[in-house]
């Protein structure tokens, strides 16, 4: 039995079809076309006493992660990847993979568990971490310290108003610096941007977002340039630490990349739509999404970002704080959920769950677009966002205390 990534799944197919086909994992034995889920932690050598694929614990590797690593690394266009059992275990492997005293460079637009995690653990553990705005390239060059950074972590979309890094830009001042650039893809996925081509060494993916799609699993993933040693250091501390991905998680998250571009292209329409469609509403002060004209950084998305401009955006609501509360408080086709990346919409009031060490501001509401109508995504912010103003939608009205 084996569920060895197939040899007609070579270079020669297209992204699209590799993630549809699972890169080519099914099963020899029974002709089964999913692959079988391999839930045993130890294999057994033969009487020879060698491994006999190659495999002692399911601490190092489990059969069940090649098949996910082998899309990775094709969306990607990498040299290997790696899963791991969530999104900030793959990003903490790579700062940990640095030593005491090295300077790294983050942007203070990422995911406010990155800074939560670096403020925490690793400034008291010796790293050296300049925070910047690194949508302001000015900025990244003047925190760079050549010969002493080692590491530039961005993201792009960020969030949770989805300012543009340009990532070629920043990966030259990495490179002339002589650091390693890091990017966060999860928002932007593989379908809309590859970092990699673009100059970056390393993608991280909290692949419990866009990369399975279904708000059922909680993973992590890396996909790097090239095979060097830190490479090396980060697979080990995945051993060593313990941060794997279990064989079922590492199942469905390959089941659910077989439907990423379907979704990701879907969702991408769809927020373009609803970003639209409240530009000018006199209830919204400011509408966060890089699809737009007049975003600032839609020139730089729409040269490095091919075929949309992902399923995240943010209101800003011209009410304020208690407006922003009200709109996600009141909606009642989008979840109020944190999370993104899903089937299913979601909004939050991002500061509420940030709390006050959060990157959010209070008037915002992030939407996390799924692939439901259009329609009825844009009918629900109409109502929730209330009735001060516009006269869209006369059918909806919304009753107090609704939702
Ligand atoms: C959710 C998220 C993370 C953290 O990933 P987990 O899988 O929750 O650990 C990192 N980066 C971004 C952009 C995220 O949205």
Redesign the pocket.
């Known amino acids: 039995m084996t569920d060895k990534p197939a040899p007609h799944t070579g270079a020669s197919l297209r992204p699209e079809t590799v993630a549809a086909r699972a890169a080519g994992a099914c099963c020899a034995v029974t002709g089964a076309i999913l692959p079988p889920i391999q839930l045993s932690t130890t294999f057994a050598r033969n009487d020879a006493y060698e491994k006999v694929d190659g495999r002692g614990y399911s601490r190092d590797d489990n059969p069940g992660f090649e098949a996910v690593e082998a899309v990775l690394c094709t969306l990607e266009g990498g040299q290997a990847a790696a899963v791991f059992a ?4 793959a ?1 903490a492997s790579v700062f940990q993979a640095l030593a005491p005293g090295d300077h790294v460079v983050v942007g203070d637009n ?2 406010f ?2 800074g939560k995690w670096l403020r925490a653990w690793a400034a008291p553990w010796g790293l050296d971490i300049a925070m910047v705005d690194t949508t302001d390239l000015a900025a990244v060059a003047r925190a760079v310290v050549p010969g002493r950074t080692r590491l530039v972590h961005i ?1 792009t979309p960020g ?1 949770p108003a989805w300012a543009i890094t340009d990532i070629a830009a920043v990966a030259r001042i990495a490179k002339a610096a002589g650091a390693r650039l890091m990017v ?1 893809n ?2 932007a996925t593989p379908v809309l941007t590859q970092p990699l081509a673009l100059g970056a060494d390393l993608v991280v993916h ?4 866009y990369l399975n799609g279904h708000s059922d699993v ?3 993933a890396l996909v790097t340039a090239a095979t060097d040693d830190l490479w090396e250091r980060v697979k080990s501390l995945r051993y060593l630490q313990g941060a794997v991905l279990g064989p079922f998680e590492a199942w469905l998250l390959l089941r659910g990349l077989r439907t990423l571009f379907l979704r990701v292209r879907h969702a991408s329409r769809s927020a373009q739509a609803i970003a639209e469609a409240f530009v000018g509403d006199p209830r919204v002060a400011a509408v966060c999404y890089p699809g737009l004209v007049g975003f600032p950084g839609h020139d730089v998305a729409a040269w490095q970002m091919t075929g949309g401009f992902g399923g995240m955006l943010s209101l800003r609501l011209a009410g304020g704080a208690e407006a922003a509360f009200e709109t996600a408080r009141r909606a009642q086709v989008f979840l109020r959920a944190t ?2 990346g899903g089937v299913e919409s979601l909004i939050e009031h991002r500061h509420t769950i940030e709390g006050e060490d959060g990157v959010a501001p209070p008037d915002l509401v992030r939407v996390s677009v799924g692939v439901e109508a259009v329609e009825d995504l844009i009918a629900d912010l109409d109502q929730a966002m209330g009735s001060a103003g516009r006269a869209v939608s006369g059918t909806v009205r919304l009753a107090a205390g609704a939702g």
């Open positions: 969530s999104g900030m275990a990003i990422c995911y568990g990155v993201e969030n966060d999860t928002a909290s692949a419990t977002k909680l993973a992590g999370s993104l």
